[in-house]
């Protein structure tokens, strides 16, 4: 249940995230899930690809500096209250949540959070022990 998130490094400039998302097209690489963070020099773009592994090569390629780290993706009801059960549990599990950026897709009654905590493997264990959806890679690439 652990999936690839990809990072890339950006100088806040002109014309860097189109040379980016156009490498990434040119390579048929699928971006799902995106976040962006900035400053007023630079940023860092995550996101989750198709192709987590072939996204890597093709920015290294391109000479951008890309790391890959390891996330885990919830599915949450898409109502008030969706998101604040699986945060109780891993706050209630001292599981802290570095990061976290979301999406919607089909089915409409769903949305899906990607979540950079700082033990993966308690965080899988704990929500799923709960019965709070996962996903994969796979999953991902379907909605």
């Known amino acids: 249940m652990i999936i690839k998130q990809i990072s890339v490094f ?5 014309g860097r995230l189109a040379q980016i998302t156009k490498v990434l097209a040119d390579n048929n690489v699928d971006i799902r899930a995106l976040s962006l963070a900035d400053t007023t020099k630079f940023g860092i773009l995550r996101f989750i690809v198709n192709e987590p592994e072939r996204a890597e090569k093709v920015l290294r390629d391109a000479d951008l500096t890309v790391s890959i780290t390891d996330v885990i993706a919830v599915s949450v009801e898409d109502q008030p209250g969706g998101l604040s059960r699986p945060l109780r549990i891993l706050d209630e ?12 897709g089909a089915p409409h009654d769903k949305a899906f959070v990607i979540l950079r905590v700082d033990d ?14 996962l996903l994969c890679t796979k999953d991902i690439t379907k909605i």
Do not use: D, H, R
């Not at 950006?10 to 002109?14: A, G, H, R």
């Not at 599990?93 to 999406?103: L, S």
């Not at 493997?121 to 709070?132: D, N, P, R, S």
């Open 10 to 14: 950006v100088e806040n400039k002109s």
């Open 120 to 133: 993966n493997e308690k965080a899988v264990k704990e929500l799923q022990a709960c019965g709070i959806p």
């Open 93 to 104: 599990k001292g599981i802290n949540v570095e990061y976290i950026y979301a999406f919607v």
